[in-house]
């Protein structure tokens, strides 16, 4: 066990990534367990306030990015000061993704349907970073000097190929199967063969008629099939939702407007 930790943690420098990716799952867990006892009303938790303000727990999180972003870039190149920055850096990382979805809707929609997105960004960034701590590298390479293969294509090709493989997920609307294909370049490869999501940017410019039919038809059928499982797996890991979708902001500000005319009115 000692000589295990010796050869592939601490020869191979992968502490600080060890650490980052084991902050990151425990600071979620903490922190989901923490919001879900006080949305129950459970525990000795409430929100933290300030002046009346409600300090989302992002704002911790972006702190500790910055933290850990100085102390890995403007450091001591020692192992004690990076596995400090990669601990900071996870944490700060998980405070911060698990409020995405308020974000990028601008709204409190932590408890909504909306906000479970926040989980499935953290699930997928939990997964990549532990592909990473246990040796998969992004684009499959590892070593440019050790790549040889029959048609004696460069690294720098191998990895412009996946890139072009990662493009054409992305462009057919798999984007998790772009992303784990960086690390899984075989789960890439045939989410670029198969066919696109008809909603996306590939279907819309290729497809027509009785293709296009076909397409809608197999998405359907996945989601019918992988739905339920998604959803409750952001049930069980981020708690079910509790509170309706809020409206859009240009639907929330069109009624503002009403409101003053009948009012002027």
Same mark, same amino acid.
């Given at each position: 066990?000692?000589?295990?930790?010796?050869?592939?943690?601490? $020869?191979?420098?992968?502490?600080?990534?060890? %650490?980052?990716?084991? $902050?990151?799952?425990?600071?979620?867990?903490?922190?989901?367990?923490?919001?879900?006892?006080?949305? /129950?009303?459970?525990?000795?938790?409430?929100?933290?306030?300030?002046?009346?303000?409600?300090?989302?727990?992002? =704002?911790?999180?972006?702190?500790?990015?910055?933290?850990?972003?100085?102390?890995?870039?403007?450091?001591?190149?020692?192992?004690?000061?990076?596995?400090?920055?990669?601990?900071?850096?996870?944490?700060?990382?998980?405070?911060?993704?698990?409020?995405?979805?308020?974000?990028?809707?601008?709204?409190?929609?932590?408890?909504?349907?909306?906000?479970?997105?926040?989980?499935?960004? =953290?699930?997928?960034?939990?997964?990549?970073?532990?592909?990473?701590?246990?040796?998969?590298?992004?684009?499959?390479?590892?070593?440019?000097?050790?790549?040889?293969?029959?048609?004696?294509?460069?690294?720098?090709?191998?990895?412009?190929?996946?890139?072009?493989?990662?493009?054409?997920?992305?462009?057919?609307?798999?984007?998790?199967?772009?992303?784990?294909?960086?690390?899984?370049?075989? %789960?890439?490869?045939?989410?670029?063969?198969?066919?696109?999501?008809?909603?996306?940017?590939?279907?819309?410019?290729?497809?027509?008629?009785?293709?296009?039919?076909?397409?809608?038809?197999?998405?359907? /059928?996945?989601?019918?099939?992988?739905?339920?499982?998604?959803? $409750?797996?952001?049930?069980?890991?981020?708690?079910?939702?509790?509170?309706?979708?809020? $409206?859009?902001?240009?639907?929330?500000?069109?009624?503002?407007?009403?409101?003053?005319?009948?009012?002027?009115?």
């Amino acid at each position: 066990m000692a000589s295990w930790w010796q050869r592939d943690v601490i $020869a191979a420098d992968k502490l600080p990534l060890m %650490l980052c990716f084991l $902050a990151f799952v425990v600071t979620f867990a903490t922190t989901r367990t923490i919001t879900r006892m006080i949305r /129950d009303g459970r525990g000795p938790f409430r929100n933290v306030t300030a002046g009346g303000v409600h300090i989302h727990h992002s =704002v911790p999180g972006i702190i500790l990015l910055i933290i850990g972003a100085f102390t890995a870039i403007g450091g001591p190149d020692e192992l004690g000061w990076r596995s400090f920055a990669g601990v900071a850096v996870g944490a700060g990382m998980s405070l911060v993704l698990d409020e995405f979805a308020l974000i990028l809707h601008l709204q409190d929609v932590y408890w909504s349907g909306e906000g479970q997105l926040s989980v499935q960004v =953290v699930s997928v960034t939990a997964a990549c970073l532990g592909l990473t701590a246990a040796g998969f590298s992004p684009f499959g390479v590892k070593d440019a000097d050790a790549i040889e293969v029959s048609l004696r294509l460069t690294a720098t090709g191998l990895v412009a190929l996946d890139g072009v493989f990662a493009l054409i997920c992305v462009l057919k609307g798999k984007y998790r199967t772009a992303l784990f294909g960086l690390f899984l370049p075989p %789960l890439m490869v045939i989410g670029a063969v198969r066919m696109a999501r008809p909603t996306s940017l590939w279907a819309r410019h290729r497809y027509r008629g009785k293709r296009l039919e076909r397409a809608t038809r197999r998405a359907a /059928d996945f989601d019918r099939r992988w739905g339920p499982v998604q959803t $409750a797996w952001d049930n069980l890991v981020g708690g079910k939702p509790s509170l309706p979708n809020p $409206a859009p902001a240009s639907v929330a500000a069109a009624r503002d407007d009403q409101g003053g005319q009948d009012g002027r009115a």
